[in-house]
């Protein structure tokens, strides 16, 4: 008990504050001593424990929170933007149909108002004076504009069609064998335009022939005169000269 005593002797001397202290320094609280050389934060929370409505004690309050909005929770049937369900399908759908048949509805509007016209080059037109053509001559002239070879002979002066009797090609006149010749399958016709040789079935066909008021003939490749129905004799299918 005596060593006890003599080692309690030697400790240093402890401040002990006593109690009528406690609180009045700036770093103490009631059950706390005051602190020697607290840091500031130390100092602006006693402070602020000591006198709340001191300027320091507003200085140290901390910065209120600023309050986030919070999200909306998300439904258990909601399929979000990027998946595509049933629902979602049938809503396209349904929406697609509805601006194609808008649009199918536009297009056809906008066609009806241009007509379904063919642009033909005119099937009649004027070959010339008679006297343009010498006797036993075919003119080549308009075989490849208008497909018509325009024939004279002794008596008359007849325009023929330049489409084979065959399979529609266009014949050419041989003036030193005086016949027409197809290249295609060599059918051959004479100066009348009857076959001869060849695949073609029946003869040239002749197109109708007038003359204008001013004495220029008239052809027209709409009305034409076929040989095997007796046609060649009637009186539009030549001119007499």
């Not at 910065?63 to 929770?73: D, N, Q, T």
């Not at 208008?146 to 065959?166: G, M, Q, S």
Request: hydrophobic share 35%.
């Amino acid at each position: 008990m005596a060593d006890e005593k003599e080692q309690l002797t030697e400790l240093p001397n402890l401040e002990v504050p006593r109690p009528e202290e406690a609180g009045t320094h700036p770093t103490s609280t009631f059950n706390m001593p005051p602190m020697k050389n607290p840091p500031e934060e130390l100092k602006d929370i006693a402070a602020k424990v000591s006198d709340p409505g001191s300027p320091e004690a507003r200085k140290a309050e901390p910065p209120e929170k600023v309050r986030m909005a919070k999200p909306l929770p998300k439904a258990e049937d909601d399929p979000g933007v990027w998946e595509f369900g049933r629902r979602s399908f049938l809503r396209a759908a349904g929406w697609m149909s509805f601006f194609g048949f808008l649009s199918i509805a536009t297009i056809g509007a906008l066609r009806m108002m241009f007509p379904r016209t063919l642009y033909e080059a005119p099937k009649v037109f004027k070959a010339g004076l008679p006297n343009d053509y010498l006797p036993m001559s075919v003119s080549e002239k308009y075989k490849d504009t208008e497909r018509v070879w325009i024939c004279r002979d002794e008596e008359k002066i007849f325009a023929l069609v330049a489409i084979c009797t065959h399979l529609g090609c266009t014949p050419r006149w041989l003036a030193a064998e005086a016949k027409f010749k197809c290249p295609c399958h060599g059918s051959g016709f004479t100066f009348e335009g009857i076959n001869f040789e060849g695949p073609a079935p029946r003869p040239l066909e002749r197109a109708k022939i007038s003359l204008t008021e001013t004495g220029e003939l008239l052809v027209d490749k709409g009305t034409t005169f076929r040989f095997e129905k007796d046609e060649w004799v009637k009186p539009d299918a030549f001119i007499k000269v």
